[in-house]
Each structure stands twice: as C-alpha cells, then as structure tokens.
C-alpha cells in the first residue's frame, strides 16, 4: 500500500518523480474500487482530513518544504488535490461516469459516432446535466411564518431570544420562585457540571419562549406589543405526539388599560385568521405562575366543524368534544412587572403561548410529530 514519503530533496526533478509514484499509486487503487464500501475506504484513505494522503501531502511536502521551493511545491500539491478529488469522484461504482461509459458501449456496439469520435472514456456530454433540487419551506417553519403574520398585520413586531438560557429569565423572573413545584410542569433540560454557580445563573434549554417577554420588557417601555416565535425543549421521549425539541409563538401587549376583553379579542381574531372565519374560541380557567388570571383557550373543530364526528366515524383530533385546545394565555402577572421595572398600578397586559408543531401538525392532518424532524425529504416534498 503506497505511503506518502518525506523528500529529501526539493528539485524539480525529485518531485517529479514522487508525483509520479503517487498518481500510479492511485490510478491503482481507483481502479480496484468496484463496490460502494471498497470506494469509501478508498476516498478516505485519500481525502480524510485526518492521516489522508492529501493531508500527508500538505504537512510532509508543503510544509516541510524550504522557503525557495514553497511556491513550486504548492502548484503541485493543489494540482494533487485537484486529481485527486476528481479520481475519487469518477471513480465511484455507479457515478455518471459509469454509466456513461455503458451507455458509451452500447452505442459502439452499435456502431454509432458517439463511441468512435468520443471514445470510450470520454465524457458524454449528452448526458443530462445534475440538477440542484428545489427547497422549500418546512410546514412546521411555514405554520410559524403564518401565525406571526397575523400579528404582524395587528401592529406587533418580531422579538428572538437565546435557546440556551439562564434559570433566572425561564423561571425565576416569570414568578416560578426556586423550587417551586410549578417547575415540575415543564421538564427540564439543564447543562451539566454548573453546581458551582448561583442557581439563577445555572444554563438550561429554554422550555418555553416566555423568557423573551422579560428580555424585551428589560430592554423596551411601554407600549410592547410582541411575538416571539422559537424554538424549545422539554426532557419528554419522543412519540407520535411528543418531540424534545419543539416550536412556539409566544405573544405580549402590555400598554395602559389593556383588559382581559382585549385578549379575547385579538385572540378570536386571530383564530379566524389562522383557521377560517367559522371558528368560534372558548375559554377555561388554567394556571400560569406568569398570568393572573389565566386561561386555556379552545377553538372549535375546524376538522369536524365542531360536531365531534367525520360522517359517522368519531373525530380524532378533537376527541369527539368539538373543542381543540390551542394556546395558554393571561393577563401578566403583577408579580412579572416588578422584574423587569415597570409599574403594576400603570400599565396591564395579557400574554399567549401556543405550540406550532401540534397546530401545524393539526392544519395538515400529520399522525406522528416525528415526521417533521427525521429529515425524510419524501415527506417533506409534500408541502413544496
Ligand atoms: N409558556 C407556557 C408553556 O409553555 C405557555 C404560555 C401560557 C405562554 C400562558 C404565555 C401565557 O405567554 O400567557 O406552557
């Protein structure tokens, strides 16, 4: 098995000659790779970053080489590389290249131009050219898009915030004091080996995108009118209907008079943008250490229409009640204003938070959340 050399000399006529060993050596080797496994040994034999022969190349010639010869040795080597990356391409069982040359053989068999004026190792440039696919939005991103746009046409602008997060801005600052069992409703993800610090300091992955409402209240007065789409993580094993990384769109308006009719409001409205002007919103009382008082907002089934059943099969996605449950929301809790300085006797606001992933995965009639995330492009296409 050829090895990369050191050079004991530099001349034009000794490098010459260990180019000239090392291009046999691989014109060999290509050519023995005639299955999908021989070939990936051999590309990376040649092309790993680590111990490959082009990085052998570049540390024993180029960077072994004396100053004068530096500007020659570096012509050759990227002239190696060169080769070489096209040796290991064409070389591939199964490429354009084989089957161009088989498709070549029949035509000379045939006796026809192609193969003669060509010859048999040409490219054939008749073949049809690789065409980059198109991509497109992904439907859990694209469902996100929608919502916020909703918001955008009522006057709100877009806020982000930081995935991994301090234990002060997910909890703390949304009046879950430490250790209190409201805690335990989300399941947390934190960063291993932090004991040392203050626990309001410690790294976690965000459970929610609440946490952006005190980083935008910290940094902006009043009037805010916000929403926050991103990205979460909770320590839940996936199922069809669970996912450890999810997405959310969080909002926030907070200005002088805001009433809980103002939320019930915006939120009517905006469900009938987002599902059709037939649906209608219901509310149930809820607990969130960060609204009081808080609420679970409900819409009716735009699958069934509200009647619980498809014909006379039972519907699934409102489990027959005619209700979908789609958003946690509130009035801001007093307790938030005194975190981020503004004053609880001045101004009032309410707050919302849904799950993109399950709306997304409600709009498009998807049975398992782990579609959206295991990369399947035959799935995926579906929504270009
Ligand atoms: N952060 C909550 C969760 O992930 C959802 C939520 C509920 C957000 C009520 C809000 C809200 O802004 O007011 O479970």
Same mark, same amino acid.
């Given at each position: 098995m050829y090895t990369v050399p050191k050079l004991k000399s530099f001349s034009a006529a000794a490098l010459d000659k260990a180019v000239e060993k090392l291009l046999a050596a691989l014109k060999q080797e290509a050519a023995s790779a005639k299955n999908e496994a021989d070939w990936k040994i051999f590309r990376d034999r040649w092309m790993a970053r680590k111990n490959g022969v082009l990085t052998e190349i570049n540390d024993l010639w180029l960077k072994a080489a004396p100053k004068e010869a530096k500007r020659e040795v570096g012509q050759r080597v990227n002239e190696l590389k060169a080769t070489v990356t096209q040796t290991v391409d064409k070389s591939r069982p199964g490429t354009a290249t084989a089957v161009s040359r088989a498709d070549l053989s029949v035509k000379a068999s045939l006796g026809t131009v192609v193969a003669t004026a060509?010859? #048999?190792?040409? =490219? +054939?440039? !008749?073949l049809p050219g690789i065409r980059r696919p198109l991509g497109s939005e992904h439907p859990v991103i694209k469902t996100m898009h929608e919502i916020v746009s909703v918001f955008r046409n009522l006057g709100y602008s877009v806020q982000e915030g930081p995935v991994i997060e301090t234990d002060y801005y997910n909890f703390e600052a949304l $009046? %879950?004091?430490? $250790? *209190? #069992?409201?805690? +335990?409703t989300q399941d947390t993800l934190f960063i291993a080996g932090q004991e040392a610090k203050p626990q309001r300091e410690r790294l976690l =992955?965000? !459970? *929610? !995108?609440?946490?952006v409402q005190i980083r935008t209240m910290e940094k902006m007065k009043p009037p805010v009118r916000i929403v926050i789409p991103g990205k979460v993580h909770r320590n839940d094993p996936p199922d069809a209907s669970h996912s450890p990384m999810f997405h959310q769109v969080e909002g926030l308006a907070v200005d002088t008079n805001i009433t809980f009719c103002d939320l019930k409001g915006t939120l009517d409205h905006a469900m009938k943008a987002l599902f059709g002007s037939s649906v209608k919103t219901s509310f149930r009382p809820s607990f969130f #250490? %960060? !609204?009081?008082?808080s609420a679970e907002m409900m819409v009716s089934c735009f699958i069934c229409g509200g009647s619980g059943k498809r014909g006379s099969e039972p519907c699934r996605p409102c489990k027959q009640t005619g209700w979908i449950e789609i958003l946690g929301c509130g009035m801001v809790d007093p307790n938030v204003y005194g975190f981020v300085d503004y004053d609880p006797r001045k101004v009032s606001g309410f707050a919302f938070g849904m799950g993109a992933d399950r709306i997304a995965i409600l709009k498009y009639g998807? *049975? +398992?959340?782990?579609l959206f995330f295991n990369g399947d492009v035959r799935f995926l296409e579906q929504f270009g």
């Open positions: 060509a010859g #048999p190792d040409a =490219l +054939d440039i !008749t $009046n %879950f004091p430490p $250790n *209190h #069992p409201a805690r +335990d =992955l965000r !459970t *929610h !995108t609440s946490p #250490p %960060f !609204t009081e008082p998807v *049975h +398992d959340i782990q």
